[in-house]
């Protein structure tokens, strides 16, 4: 038992030492996890380009940003699948037409292989020879069909348009032009039998002649047998037809068409397969991967220099200098806006800049669906236009216009878009009926947590001295959190409640001051409450009754931010704790109202030094409006509901 037992942990201490031993990354640091290798068997990958054919000038430019992509990937070699050029042209116009695609492919940096597809042969016009431009094709890119090995694979290339023999002009929609020579198969058979013993065989033609719709009488089934009893021939890749196509797997084998590196097409709708692309092919041992890449997504990191970013930040923080009165609504929703803009190109380089007014369709329009300029480095450009409201009415709400500014920065060669910024225009109500408050039905304002009315009021609407704050709420329990009524942040004054316990803050002689009623506000019950400031103390009343009192004199601490109904604004006047409560009768006053009990009224009335009063009877669209003669207003914020008292 012992020696088994000494066995065994000789065994455990082979296993470990073993594990320890086996490569991992190299690290001084004990007890880490050990990270295993990457392969490292002998991988490559190949890249194959589409028709460059059938489109404008402008394609030799797509094949050059193709070659640029290509060069960053750095891969062993390029293939191709034809129609390398226009061609259907005697012989002078065909070699400049072959000359301007060889300039362009001499820019690889690595070697590359045509495949002759039927622009490269097919002769038109006075003079055509019996083979048309096979020799042309021959003495100028390279073979017809031929093969080459790499790394233990083996890479085919057949030719397609062959013709019938009978030296008639050649096409491919003949029947007779849709087959593969004897000869050349004899060839085919051949090439496979010398590469029985590689890894990996790769095929390449122009025409997909397995598409048995397009090429009826094709004899592709004589050349898969050949592929299929080689086995080891992993995909097959044509063009011609300009449109990504997979065909499946037939027997281990791939076939794939490829769409265009410059040709022509429809349009660029790459999820239906039309786009200029080269497909990337990662070879390995064990098996084969193919991608499609998209021209001129392949980013060289080089090009972001300190110079460029610092251009790019200063173009990002370019001032829009864009002025626009508020647009007045009136009660019937008509009204209408100036926006005016004007910028100045501070960079060293040049800028376009697309100016495109954001209106609600149906309920705006504007004088201008957009307006582009382009600006040399310290040029400016000014315009404007304008914003009207053709909606009758409100309805539920009103969308409020706003102006995107998008701007490209502009490189030699290069196009730099920034993400646009939109500004809102501001929207003000202008006037309201004359019955407006004595026709609204007795409803009150719902909050819902999320919720909470706007009141741009400045850092002068409420005068130093004494004020009054006041509202009636009703809390859904005994725990509620949220401010009724604030301006505060680091400075002004709120009325709010904390576990449901009600409270009246103010930014006195530079800091806060506060009075903290002692009991919870009785849930689902209406409760009024007030906070009163009068020079010398703070006092909160609950129902009429004082509730909290406390010292202060001194100036009140003031600041330009909004103030809110159910919610309180931070720094940058969004809303922040919000309430859960319905509210009523909000009322703030530029006096000491309460000096002692009260009984307080259901309903407020205004006068002298009533600033704001919101009766939160009734909405007009957006607004909230104030029983005030300045027709002052507040802006919802979210989704508040008028509901029964």
């Not at 003079?127 to 090995?149: I, S, V």
């Not at 100036?338 to 609600?360: A, R, W």
């Not at 004054?493 to 903290?516: E, T, W």
Request: some cysteine.
């Amino acid at each position: 038992m012992t020696s088994r037992f000494i066995l065994i942990l000789l065994a455990a201490f082979n296993l470990q030492a073993a594990a320890q031993d086996a490569p991992s990354v190299q690290t001084d640091r004990p007890g880490a996890k050990l990270l295993p290798l990457p392969k490292s068997d002998d991988a490559f990958h190949f890249m194959v380009f589409g028709d460059r054919t059938g489109g404008p000038p402008e394609g030799l430019l797509v094949l050059a940003q193709a070659v640029n992509d290509t060069n960053l990937l750095d891969p062993d070699l390029v293939m191709t699948v034809g129609d390398l050029i226009n061609g259907y042209t005697p012989t002078e116009q065909w070699k400049v037409m072959a000359k301007d695609y060889l300039d362009v492919m001499k820019g690889l940096k690595m070697p590359w292989y045509p495949v002759a597809g039927n622009h490269d042969v097919y002769w038109r016009g006075a003079g055509r020879p019996p083979q048309e431009h096979e020799d042309n094709y021959e003495q100028t890119f390279g073979p017809l069909w031929y093969f080459f090995e790499h790394k233990k694979c083996g890479f085919i290339v057949l030719f397609s348009d062959e013709g019938d023999g009978t030296g008639e002009q050649r096409d491919f929609t003949k029947a007779s032009n849709q087959r593969m020579s004897e000869s050349q198969r004899r060839w085919l058979a051949a090439t496979l039998a010398k590469m029985k013993a590689l890894r990996h065989v790769f095929c390449f033609l122009h025409h997909p002649r397995w598409v048995q719709k397009t090429y009826p009488n094709a004899n592709w089934d004589d050349a898969h047998g050949l592929l299929k009893e080689a086995g080891n021939v992993r995909a097959v890749f044509a063009g011609h037809v300009h449109r990504m196509r997979y065909d499946g797997n037939r027997d281990g084998i791939d076939y794939i068409t490829l769409a265009t590196t410059g040709g022509s097409m429809p349009g660029h709708f790459p999820e239906a397969g039309y786009l200029h692309h080269m497909n990337v092919v990662s070879v390995r041992p064990e098996g084969v991967k193919v991608s499609a890449l998209p021209v001129g997504t392949v980013i060289d990191p080089k090009k972001y220099t300190p110079e460029l970013i610092a251009v790019v930040d200063g173009a990002r923080a370019l001032p829009l200098n864009m002025t626009a009165a508020p647009i007045s609504i009136n009660a019937s929703g008509n009204g209408a806006g100036l926006v005016e803009f004007k910028i100045t190109n501070t960079l060293s380089c040049p800028l376009e800049l697309t100016v495109t007014p954001d209106v609600p369709a149906g309920e705006w329009i504007s004088t201008a669906a957009h307006l582009s300029f382009k600006l040399q480095p310290g040029e400016t450009k000014q315009s404007s236009f304008s914003m009207i409201r053709v909606q009758q009415g409100f309805g539920d709400t009103l969308t409020a216009p706003s102006v995107e500014f998008s701007t490209d920065v502009l490189f030699e060669g290069l196009r730099i878009p920034l993400p646009a910024r939109k500004t809102a225009v501001p929207v003000r109500l202008s006037a309201l009926p004359e019955d407006f408050f004595k026709s609204a039905e007795n409803k009150a304002l719902s909050l819902d947590g999320k919720s909470a009315i706007r009141v741009d009021a400045g850092a002068g609407k409420l005068p130093d001295g004494p004020f009054t704050v006041e509202a009636w709420v009703k809390t859904p329990d005994g725990s509620t959190n949220g401010d009724i009524v604030s301006k505060a942040e680091q400075s002004e004054y709120a009325l709010n409640v904390a576990g449901g316990v009600p409270g009246f803050h103010a930014f006195i002689d530079g800091r806060y001051v506060s009075a903290i009623g002692s009991e919870v506000v009785q849930a689902g019950v209406w409760t009024h409450l007030a906070g009163v400031f009068d020079g010398a103390a703070l006092t909160l009343y609950v129902n009429g009754k004082k509730a909290a009192a406390a010292a202060a004199a001194g100036k009140r601490g003031v600041n330009p931010l909004p103030l809110y109904i159910g919610a309180n604004p931070d720094a940058k006047s969004a809303p922040t704790q919000f309430l859960t409560a319905v509210v009523d009768e909000v009322r703030l006053s530029s006096t000491a109202r309460y000096t002692g009990a009260f009984e307080p009224a259901r309903s407020h009335s205004r006068d002298a030094q009533t600033l704001y009063l919101f009766h939160c009877d009734k909405l007009l669209g957006p607004f909230l409006p104030s029983d005030t003669p300045d027709a002052t207003y507040g802006t919802v914020t979210g989704k508040p509901a008028l509901s029964a008292p």
